[in-house]
C-alpha cells in the first residue's frame, strides 16, 4: 500500500491554529520523571521486556495495541526506565521478546513482532555475540517472539535478504561496555529492526540513557576562559556555582507522539502503526488540545510529554530548570518554542538558553549561553535547555510584558511549531506542556547566566585495549566481509566520502520505463568515494545509482589504524530529494564543518556548525548538503553498524547504508 500522504502533485494542507488566549487548560497533571536504573557497582544490570499492552493516558482515555517496554519489575508503559550510567560501567541486559504476533505493520512490511536494540548515541562496540553469548550494540540481530501462539518461523516473515540474520529465539543478552573517556550527555534506546521499527518506537518503545551528570560538561555562573575575571577555577565563581546548581532543577522529557483509531467503546483508542502524516489534514481541532482529529473522527494524532497528556513542570521561586528533552517521535520533526499569552494581544515567545544538543556538550568556544526563541528537533535529537523565571521575566519586561510576571505564577505553554513541507510531510502545530513558573520573592534576578560547556574530548587517546576482546595482528592485510579492500582517505589531498540521500518515484531515472507518475516511491542511498573535493557543484551529485538498504552489502569500508589516535574523514551529506531529512551513524560523532541550506522549510537555525561541537544527528535542506569530519580512533568502533536517516519511515523504507570499520594496525 502506497503512503497514504503522498502523490505525484503537491499536497494542499490547511491547520485552523488556534490559541487560548484566556489562559492555559485546567487539569494537567505533574509532569512524572522515569524510573532509574542505576548501581554503584561495574554494571547496571537491566531486563527489559518490549510486549504489546494498554495505557492509560488521562484526558484520553484507554489506549491498547501499543510497543511498550517494561524494566522489570516495571509494568510496561509510556514512560519506561532510565538508565543512569557511569563512563566506565557495562550495561548489562537482557532484552525478552513478548510482543503479539501475527499483527500488520501494512505496506507489505514483515510483522512487528520481532525486535531487538540500540542504544543511539553512545560511542560503543557493535560486536556481534561474544564468549559469553552476549552482543554489543548489534543491530543486526533479530529477537523473535516468545509470546503466547508465535511460531518461531522469523524467516518466512520476511523477504530476501532479511530472512538470512542471526536469530534469538525469546531473548538475547547484551552487555554494552561504556568506555571509560566516553563523553557525558542524554542518550536513548529503541529497536531497530529494518521495515518495522517505525511501528515500533511510534507505538511507544523508547527510553532514555543518561551517561555522567549534566554537571560535567555544563555551567550556569562561571566562564571557561581563564582570562575571565568569572573563571570557574576561583573560590567565589566555584561557591556561586555550586549555589546556582542546588536551586536548579532537572527535567527529562520524551517526546512521543501516537497515531490512534477511535474504539466502539467511549474513551478507548487503538494505536495505529501504519503511519499517515495526513492524519489531521483539513482538522479543525485547535493545537492548544495536545492532539488533532481527523475530519470524520474516526482517528486521532495524540501528542505526549513522558506518556502523558499536556503535563504541567512547575518551577519554584528562586529556581531555574534544565528542560533534558529528546524528541523519541518516529518520524515527526519538532520546532520547539515557549509561549506566553496575552489577554487580547498576540502571543509572545521567550528565549531558552540552549546548553547541548545531542546530548553532548556545546564547544568550550561558546562562553556565551546559546540564546534561541525556538528549537529545531528532528526525530532522535536531544536538546538541553534552561530556563528560569529571572531570565524569563526580564524578557517579558524588554517587550512591555511585565505584568505578567507580577499577577501571579507565570503560565507558559511548551509549544511544537509546525512544519509546512510543499511537497512533503506536514506536521501540525501542537501543545505539549505548560509551565507554571512562580515568580515571587526569591527570584535571583541580578543572575547573569553564563552556560558554558566543555567540549567532549574525542581527540583525547582511545580506551585502553583491555577494555575490549582484540584480535592478534592479521598475517595478512586486512580485508571487507565483502572481500574487498578498506579504504584510507589522504585528508591533505582533500579527500572526502560522498553520501547522498533521495527519495521520490524513479530515484534513479525513466530508464527501463520508470514512469515517474505511476511508480511507488522510493527511499534510498548512494556512497562513492574517495573524491576529491573542488567546491564545484558536482562534488556533491553521485555518479551511480541509488539503492536500497540491504543488510548483507558493505556500503562503506573504511581502513583506519585505530589506536594510533590521529585518523579523521571528511564526508559530504547531500540531500538530492524535495523534503527535508536527517542523517545519523551509529558508534560515531562528528563535527558539522560547512552546510549548504538548500531550498529551507520554515525551520529554526540549525545547530552549531563549528568544531568542537558535535553531533549524532544533523537535518539536511532539501536539495542542501552538509560537510562534516568524524573519527575512526577508537576500538569500540571497529565492525558493522549503519548510518541513515533517523525518520523512521524512510529507514524501514531503505533510506539506510552499511558501514564497515576494518582495524589496518591489527
Known sequence: MRHLSRSAGKRA?????????????????????????????????VTLTASNGSATVPGIGRIDGLYLYGASPQTPGLLPALWRVRAGQHVRLTLKNRLTCGLSAGEGRAPPDETNIHTHGLIVSPHTKNAQGRYGDFAFVIVE???????????????????????????????????????????????????????????????????????????LTCSLDPASPGHCGSAVTRQREAQARARTDL????????QLA?????????????????????????????????????????????????????????????????NVSANVTHILRLRADRQGGTPLYLPFQVMAVDGVAKSTATQRPATSRQVLMMPASRAELYVSAATLCKDLAAHGAAQLCSSGPLHLVLEQKGLAQPDADTWPPMDL????????????????????????????????????????????????????????????????????????????????????????????????????????????????????????????????PIGTHDYAESWVIANQSGELHNFHVHQSKFEVLATSRGA????????????????????????????????????????????HCHILEHEDKGMMSVIQVVDTTH
Request: aromatic content about 8%; overall charge negative; some cysteine.
Open 13 to 45: 494542507i490547511t491547520f485552523l491554529v488556534m490559541h487560548v488566549m484566556f489562559g492555559v487548560q485546567a487539569s494537567q497533571e505533574p509532569l512524572r520523571e522515569p524510573p532509574v536504573r542505576a548501581s554503584a557497582g561495574p554494571s547496571v544490570s
Open 145 to 219: 517472539s516468545q509470546a503466547a501462539g508465535c511460531t518461531g518461523t522469523m524467516a518466512s516473515g520476511h523477504a530476501g535478504h532479511m530472512a538470512m540474520l542471526p536469530t534469538e529465539q525469546g531473548q538475547a543478552q547484551y552487555d554494552i561496555a561504556v568506555p571509560a573517556d566516553h563523553p557525558s550527555g542524554l542518550y536513548w534506546y529503541h529497536p531497530h529492526v529494518h521495515s518495522v521499527s517505525g511501528a515500533q518506537v511510534g507505538g511507544g518503545m523508547s527510553g532514555l540513557i543518561t551517561v555522567g551528570d549534566i554537571w560535567d560538561y555544563a555551567y
Open 251 to 258: 527535567h527529562h522529557l520524551m517526546l512521543k507522539d501516537l
Open 262 to 326: 477511535r474504539g466502539t467503546t467511549p474513551g478507548r483508542w487503538s494505536y495505529n502503526p501504519i503511519f499517515d502524516p495526513g492524519l489531521c489534514d483539513g482538522s479543525t481541532t485547535a493545537p492548544s488540545q495536545g492532539f488533532c482529529d481527523a475530519t470524520d473522527g474516526s482517528r486521532r494524532w495524540l501528542f505526549t510529554v513522558n506518556g502523558q497528556h499536556l503535563p504541567r513542570i512547575d518551577l519554584g521561586a528562586g529556581r531555574g530548570a534544565v528542560l533534558r528533552i529528546a
Open 433 to 560: 506542556a505548560t509551565l507554571q513558573v512562580a515568580t515571587g520573592a526569591g527570584d535571583f534576578a541580578d543572575e547573569v547566566l553564563n552556560i558554558a560547556a566543555t567540549r567532549p574530548d574525542t581527540t583525547a587517546p582511545p580506551a585502553p585495549a583491555s577494555a575490549l576482546v582484540r584480535g592478534a595482528a592479521a598475517a595478512t592485510a586486512p580485508a571487507c566481509d565483502d572481500g574487498s579492500t578498506p579504504t584510507t582517505l589522504d585528508a591533505a589531498a582533500g579527500q572526502y566520502r560522498l553520501i547522498a540521500l533521495k527519495n521520490g518515484a524513479c530515484i534513479n531515472g525513466t530508464a527501463g520505463g520508470c514512469d515517474p507518475a505511476t511508480a511507488p516511491e522510493v527511499f534510498g542511498m548512494v556512497t562513492e568515494g574517495p573524491r576529491t573535493w573542488s567546491g564545484a557543484p558536482g562534488d556533491v551529485v553521485p555518479t551511480q545509482p541509488y539503492r536500497e538498504f540491504a543488510h548483507d552489502r558493505v556500503d562503506m569500508c573504511v581502513g583506519a
Open 600 to 643: 529551507a522549510p520554515d525551520v529554526a537555525a540549525l545547530p552549531p556548525t563549528k568544531e568542537g561541537a558535535f553531533h549524532d544527528t544533523y537535518p539536511i535542506d532539501p536539495g542542501g548538503w552538509i560537510k562534516l569530519r568524524i573519527r575512526f580512533d577508537r576500538p569500540e568502533q571497529v565492525g558493522r553498524f549503519v548510518y
